[in-house]
């Protein structure tokens, strides 16, 4: 009967353990499991997140218009402006060229950007002795760009309207600058002119003054006996012999 009650404690102490066990085993296996589901969340997220940014970028990148043309440009002067593009991104740079039928032809330097379809654009040119800049304002659409533009030279505006281009050739390395006259100084032409002039005139003083002066010595054998001078030319008689 005694063992009977010592056995009895025992067995509780045993269930409480195994229990107890059983209960940490669980636990254990729960948190491993739930570590793991948030370790792959943030996989996931992070997965997630790198592809919508790859495909912002993608996206942007294809929404960015492609101008990388030689362009013609129409409405800022009275023919067209010959203008080659460079693209970078969202950065363009390049030349620009006037050549008129009559009139001074010039060259200028561009820079802009484009950014989607909307594109700004900035022409320095050298026109004559003024440095004249015009900046353009437009949309791309349908291979072209139109817009408007103002014009600036010393501090003024002095022309303003509405632009179109259109581009005429995608390889820009086949654009070429404007062959530039250079302009005659009025002052040495001037003083150039004076001097042929007086260098004229001073020959043809010695000219007259030669044919005034003749040496009687080259017609001696013309004088007669007794000093005839009958045989020499009226005018030219003297005593110009040895």
């Keep these: 009967m005694i063992k ?5 404690p025992v067995l509780l102490v045993f269930l409480i353990s195994a229990g107890l066990s059983l209960g940490q085993t669980a636990n254990n296996t729960s948190t491993v499991e739930n570590n793991t589901t948030i370790e792959q969340n ?7 997140t790198s592809s919508a940014n790859q495909t912002a970028e993608a996206n942007a990148t294809s929404t960015i218009a492609n101008l990388n043309y030689i362009w013609s440009v129409n409405g800022i002067e009275i023919g067209p ?5 460079n693209q970078d991104g969202n950065d363009l740079f390049g030349q620009a060229k006037y050549e008129p039928d009559s009139g001074q032809a010039w060259n ?20 004559d002795s003024e440095l004249v800049t015009t900046k353009m304002s437009g949309i791309f659409t349908n291979e072209s760009i139109s817009g408007n533009f103002t014009q600036v030279s010393g501090g003024k505006m002095v022309n303003k309207g509405a632009f179109s281009a259109m581009w005429v050739n995608p390889d820009t390395s086949g654009y070429t600058p404007a062959t530039i006259e250079q302009p005659t100084d009025k002052t040495t032409s ?15 003083t010695n000219t007259t003054q030669k044919s005034r002066f003749v040496d009687v010595r080259e017609y001696k054998d013309k004088i007669g006996p007794g000093g005839d001078l009958s045989g020499v030319p009226p005018g030219m008689g003297g005593s110009g012999l040895n």
């Design 4 to 8: 009977k009650y010592l056995i009895l």
């Design 81 to 85: 402006i010959t203008m080659a593009l």
């Design 42 to 48: 943030i996989t996931a997220q992070a997965n997630e």
């Design 108 to 127: 200028a330097e561009v820079v802009g950007s484009v950014h989607e379809n909307s594109v700004e654009l900035t022409i320095t040119a050298q026109k």
């Design 190 to 204: 001037q003083n150039t002119n004076s001097a042929a002039s007086e260098t004229n005139t001073i020959s043809q």
